[in-house]
């Protein structure tokens, strides 16, 4: 199948998704585990959204990898049997990176307006909200690359009904 959807795996605006992914979601993680106190994650938001950052990091940069060694031999990495599995994972983590985004924020702005926590004091309720922002950043990239493989998927899901 050499179908080139740009945003697919295997193409340079894929590889430009995923590393965009990528950094959001570390930044994510910086913004909420640098110098913070032990006792901010006995709030479950704040550590659904680490734990998901840290499966979204390795797996958006394990397959910005495969994007770019696609490239550089330039050889398509569009395998029938894995792709199904890519595009399952990708969901999974999107809709995974928009709960824990949502549910960050929304903690974080009921903390702030509840007049704060002594773990949610200024500076660490806006570290919170910008680790929310950049883990709803990562999930809109998420979206258009499960979107773009998605739509490469499909042609191989209804060949193989016929």
Do not use: E
């Not at 992914?21 to 006792?39: E, G, H, P």
Request: some cysteine; hydrophobic content about 50%.
């Amino acid at each position: 199948m050499d179908n080139k959807l740009q945003g697919s795996i295997g193409t340079s605006a894929g590889l430009a998704l995923r590393l965009g992914q990528a950094i959001f979601s570390a930044a994510s993680l910086l913004f909420m585990c640098l110098n913070v106190s032990y006792y901010s994650y006995s709030y479950p938001p704040f550590c659904f959204l680490v734990a998901t950052m840290s499966f979204v990091t390795p797996w958006n940069l394990g397959l910005a990898v495969i994007d770019a060694f696609s490239l550089l031999v330039k050889r398509s990495s569009h395998q029938p049997g894995i792709l199904p599995y890519l595009v399952g994972v990708d969901w999974v983590l999107s809709f995974l990176s928009l709960a824990t985004a949502c549910s960050t924020a929304s903690a974080t702005d009921y903390l702030i307006a509840s007049g704060g926590s002594p773990y949610c004091n200024g500076n660490m309720c806006r570290r919170y909200q910008l680790s929310a922002a950049m883990a709803f950043l990562s999930w809109i990239l998420s979206l258009a690359s499960s979107l773009f493989n998605l739509w490469l998927l499909l042609p191989t899901v209804y060949l193989l009904h016929l």
